[in-house]
């Protein structure tokens, strides 16, 4: 397990806290809370050593949504791929207004 | 596939289940309630402690929807996912006093004991188990195996307490999953790389043959919600655990001669003619008994000399207005699996056709005689007939035999002089609202031998030993046990196998405290209570009780 942490200078405000996934194996669950601070990226990760493949990852999804958000993430094994997804997903739930 | 259930996330399951817009999800991901103990372990926690807790309509119905993820963890109950359970279950049972319905329905989907959590799953399990029982009074408790995990481990013994199972045909149900059986008695007892016996020993369509589960149904969204609506209208009841003298009257037809095998097992139980069944007290004999530290005691504490009975492993005996019951080892057993002392198919039932007896003969008196438990158990059997059988309904029966009790006013009381481990201590021990025990390094107190663990939990038994020292809900011995809080007493001093007549009277001194202390005390919040529970070893839970309070 490694513990991974980001920050980025993105502004876009979100209006509400989401949550989406689950820590199965192979995926990851993702929460996004409001915040008028940094955005930050806390990671719970099972899988050592990716750090650069996590900023990489972070950068492409913030570079084209730049939302302000406090991040956590506890991933158990996912590839970046299914962790885009994620995000992905969870910016859907934003647009929800259910 | 389409419409399919099983498929589905815990979440999403809750969700499908419920009528449109009426659902609402308590201490849910938002709610930053992690288990503290996984991290410890360089394990990825999840942020609903892989619980789904929602409040809902089915079909205008209330209902409470416990969603176990399996996905994550296994489905294992830890401190927190478990006292998410017993915190919503007894909020329910509150309303359904106040005289406002509310079915809980249970998905399980779960290996039983998140062994990371140990101790704390068997706590939690216990606790689950004697809120169902306490509901089972006002509304039926329905429970969903909806499969791939399943229903394994102490969960199962939960299972066998609901009133009414449903399962799809992609669901296995038992106590011990088959590595463990191959692990702790070898590959001859049960292969766990033999699939199609796997299913067919354990798979719901074999279950639904000998009455382990009522319905099984297609995996639609449909079906299962249909037959949830069509059991909160017939509120039908399997009274799986109040089949004690069946199971008895199957075991005395048993040849053990022989392996068990499906199809002489499904002809045995359509065959079963019933006889009452009451297991004696147990007398003085002439040969002494395989010896072990339930016994030196039970022997002591009752004053019969080489106790005997004719159900060789259980022995009770009422002393001073006290009832004393007690698993012990027969070496000369003919069940194979339970001659070190182990919980089997015979010992869950016999137990839990003494206590019923027991209640019954005080039903109508003031005071109920207390009821004093001998608790060295080193695990529940290993064996493949007992699964076939389904030993998780015998350790069941006993274990609500015992809630029944103490919920009618039966001072439960452990007297812990050996060990207390796993589905044997869920049987015979946990359900007490007061443990006693001894501060003696050879009681083992725990969920699963080392060996089993590592191999269940993919570490070697070097890193479960590391990990043990930073959860002591991990650690094998009672100084650690301690710190969870859930003891009335550790008794320094006294070794295991010293019962002696002094020692003897100082334990009663203590027992008699016990209950003089209990002032009408029915329920198991004693061991969320003491100093030490408040302090760290229930910290969690009680954050949790006060969330799911909050938000209920």
Same mark, same amino acid.
């Given at each position: 397990m490694e513990k991974l942490h980001f920050n980025f200078d993105t502004t876009d405000a979100i209006a509400k806290p989401v949550h989406v996934g689950v820590v199965a194996s192979g995926d990851l669950e993702v929460i996004f809370r409001p915040t008028d601070k940094k955005t930050e990226v806390n990671i719970v990760t099972g899988s050592d050593g990716f750090k650069e493949v996590w900023a990489n990852v972070l950068k492409r999804f913030f570079d084209r949504y730049p939302i302000q958000a406090n991040i956590e993430i506890n991933d158990f094994g996912s590839t970046p791929g299914v962790v885009n997804l994620r995000l992905t997903q969870a910016l859907e739930e934003l647009k929800d207004e259910k | 596939m389409k419409n399919s259930f099983v498929e589905l996330h815990a979440r999403e399951r809750a969700l499908s289940l419920l009528d449109a817009g009426t659902s609402k999800e308590m201490v849910g991901p938002l709610d930053d309630m992690i288990s503290p103990h996984l991290e410890p372990q360089n394990i990825v926690p999840e942020s609903d402690d892989g619980i789904v807790l929602m409040k809902g309509k089915i079909d205008g119905n %209330?209902?409470?929807?416990?969603?176990?993820?399996?996905?994550?963890?296994?489905? &294992?109950?830890?401190?927190?996912?478990?006292?998410?359970?017993?915190?919503?279950?007894?909020?329910?049972?509150?309303?359904?006093? $106040?005289?406002?319905?509310?079915?809980?329905?249970?998905? @399980?989907?779960?290996?039983?004991?998140?062994?990371?959590?140990? %101790?704390?799953?068997?706590?939690?399990?216990?606790?689950?188990?004697?809120?169902?029982?306490?509901?089972?009074?006002?509304?039926?408790?329905?429970?969903?195996?909806?499969?791939?995990?399943?229903?394994?481990?102490?969960?199962?013994?939960?299972?066998?307490?609901?009133?009414? @199972?449903?399962?799809?045909?992609?669901?296995?149900?038992?106590?011990?999953?088959?590595?463990?059986?191959?692990?702790?008695?070898?590959?001859?007892?049960?292969?766990?790389?033999?699939?199609?016996?796997?299913? $067919?020993? @354990?798979?719901?369509?074999?279950?639904?043959?000998?009455?382990?589960?009522?319905?099984?149904?297609?995996?639609?969204?449909?079906?299962?919600?249909?037959?949830?609506? %069509?059991?909160?209208?017939?509120?039908?009841?399997?009274?799986?655990?109040?089949?004690?003298?069946?199971?008895?009257?199957?075991?005395?037809?048993?040849?053990?001669?022989?392996?068990?095998?499906?199809e002489t097992y499904n002809k045995l139980y359509k065959s079963v003619e019933v006889t009452k069944h009451d297991i004696p007290e147990a007398v003085a004999g002439s040969k002494e008994g395989t010896k072990s530290r339930g016994r030196a005691w039970f022997e002591k504490m009752t004053g019969i000399k080489n106790a005997t009975s004719p159900v060789s492993t259980v022995l009770h005996a009422q002393k001073d207005g006290k009832e004393y019951v007690a698993i012990v080892p027969d070496a000369d057993n003919d069940f194979p699996r339970v001659r070190n002392g182990e919980v089997g198919l015979q010992e869950g039932f016999a137990v839990a056709s003494v206590i019923n007896k027991v209640v019954a003969e005080d039903k109508d008196k003031d005071v109920k005689r207390p009821i004093i438990l001998i608790?060295?158990?080193?695990?529940?059997?290993?064996?493949?007939?007992?699964?076939?059988?389904?030993?998780?309904?015998?350790?069941?029966?006993?274990?609500?035999?015992?809630?029944?009790? *103490?919920?009618?006013?039966?001072?439960?009381?452990?007297?812990?002089?050996?060990?207390?481990?796993?589905?044997?201590?869920?049987?015979?021990?946990?359900?007490?609202?007061?443990?006693?025990?001894?501060?003696?390094?050879?009681?083992?107190?725990?969920?699963?031998?080392k060996a089993s663990a590592a191999r269940i939990t993919q570490?070697?038994?070097?890193?479960?030993?590391?990990?043990?020292?930073?959860?002591?809900?991990?650690?094998?011995?009672?100084? $650690?046990?301690?710190?969870?809080?859930?003891?009335?007493?550790?008794?320094?001093?006294?070794?295991?196998?010293?019962?002696?007549?002094? $020692?003897?009277?100082?334990? %009663?001194?203590?027992?008699? &405290?016990?209950?003089?202390?209990?002032?009408?005390?029915?329920?198991?919040?004693? *061991?969320?209570?003491?100093?030490?529970?408040?302090?760290?070893?229930?910290?969690?839970?009680?954050?949790?009780?006060?969330?799911?309070?909050?938000?209920?």
């Amino acid at each position: 397990m490694e513990k991974l942490h980001f920050n980025f200078d993105t502004t876009d405000a979100i209006a509400k806290p989401v949550h989406v996934g689950v820590v199965a194996s192979g995926d990851l669950e993702v929460i996004f809370r409001p915040t008028d601070k940094k955005t930050e990226v806390n990671i719970v990760t099972g899988s050592d050593g990716f750090k650069e493949v996590w900023a990489n990852v972070l950068k492409r999804f913030f570079d084209r949504y730049p939302i302000q958000a406090n991040i956590e993430i506890n991933d158990f094994g996912s590839t970046p791929g299914v962790v885009n997804l994620r995000l992905t997903q969870a910016l859907e739930e934003l647009k929800d207004e259910k | 596939m389409k419409n399919s259930f099983v498929e589905l996330h815990a979440r999403e399951r809750a969700l499908s289940l419920l009528d449109a817009g009426t659902s609402k999800e308590m201490v849910g991901p938002l709610d930053d309630m992690i288990s503290p103990h996984l991290e410890p372990q360089n394990i990825v926690p999840e942020s609903d402690d892989g619980i789904v807790l929602m409040k809902g309509k089915i079909d205008g119905n %209330n209902v409470l929807v416990v969603s176990i993820e399996g996905k994550f963890q296994g489905g &294992g109950i830890g401190e927190v996912s478990g006292a998410k359970i017993v915190a919503a279950l007894e909020k329910a049972l509150e309303d359904n006093k $106040n005289g406002k319905t509310i079915y809980p329905i249970i998905i @399980l989907d779960t290996g039983g004991v998140r062994l990371q959590e140990a %101790n704390y799953g068997l706590l939690s399990i216990s606790e689950i188990q004697n809120a169902v029982i306490a509901l089972k009074k006002y509304v039926p408790v329905i429970g969903l195996v909806p499969g791939r995990v399943g229903s394994f481990g102490g969960m199962s013994i939960t299972a066998s307490i609901l009133s009414y @199972l449903i399962a799809t045909n992609k669901a296995r149900i038992a106590l011990n999953g088959p590595e463990v059986i191959e692990q702790e008695a070898g590959v001859r007892e049960f292969d766990s790389s033999d699939k199609d016996l796997i299913w $067919n020993t @354990l798979g719901t369509k074999q279950r639904l043959a000998t009455g382990l589960v009522d319905e099984v149904v297609d995996d639609t969204v449909d079906n299962i919600k249909n037959s949830i609506v %069509n059991e909160i209208k017939t509120k039908k009841d399997a009274h799986r655990t109040e089949n004690v003298d069946f199971y008895l009257s199957l075991l005395d037809k048993l040849d053990l001669s022989k392996k068990l095998d499906i199809e002489t097992y499904n002809k045995l139980y359509k065959s079963v003619e019933v006889t009452k069944h009451d297991i004696p007290e147990a007398v003085a004999g002439s040969k002494e008994g395989t010896k072990s530290r339930g016994r030196a005691w039970f022997e002591k504490m009752t004053g019969i000399k080489n106790a005997t009975s004719p159900v060789s492993t259980v022995l009770h005996a009422q002393k001073d207005g006290k009832e004393y019951v007690a698993i012990v080892p027969d070496a000369d057993n003919d069940f194979p699996r339970v001659r070190n002392g182990e919980v089997g198919l015979q010992e869950g039932f016999a137990v839990a056709s003494v206590i019923n007896k027991v209640v019954a003969e005080d039903k109508d008196k003031d005071v109920k005689r207390p009821i004093i438990l001998i608790v060295d158990v080193p695990s529940q059997a290993y064996g493949y007939q007992e699964e076939l059988i389904g030993i998780h309904v015998a350790l069941g029966s006993s274990a609500a035999a015992y809630a029944k009790a *103490r919920q009618a006013g039966h001072p439960v009381i452990d007297f812990i002089p050996g060990d207390a481990v796993s589905g044997g201590f869920l049987a015979h021990g946990l359900q007490s609202n007061r443990m006693i025990a001894l501060d003696d390094d050879s009681i083992t107190i725990q969920a699963m031998s080392k060996a089993s663990a590592a191999r269940i939990t993919q570490r070697t038994i070097a890193e479960l030993e590391e990990a043990t020292k930073h959860v002591p809900a991990m650690a094998y011995d009672i100084d $650690n046990y301690e710190k969870l809080g859930a003891l009335y007493k550790l008794v320094k001093g006294i070794g295991s196998w010293e019962a002696t007549d002094e $020692n003897v009277a100082k334990i %009663n001194q203590i027992i008699d &405290g016990a209950i003089d202390g209990l002032n009408g005390d029915r329920t198991l919040h004693f *061991r969320y209570e003491t100093p030490i529970a408040k302090e760290s070893g229930r910290k969690a839970t009680l954050k949790v009780r006060k969330l799911v309070d909050e938000q209920w």
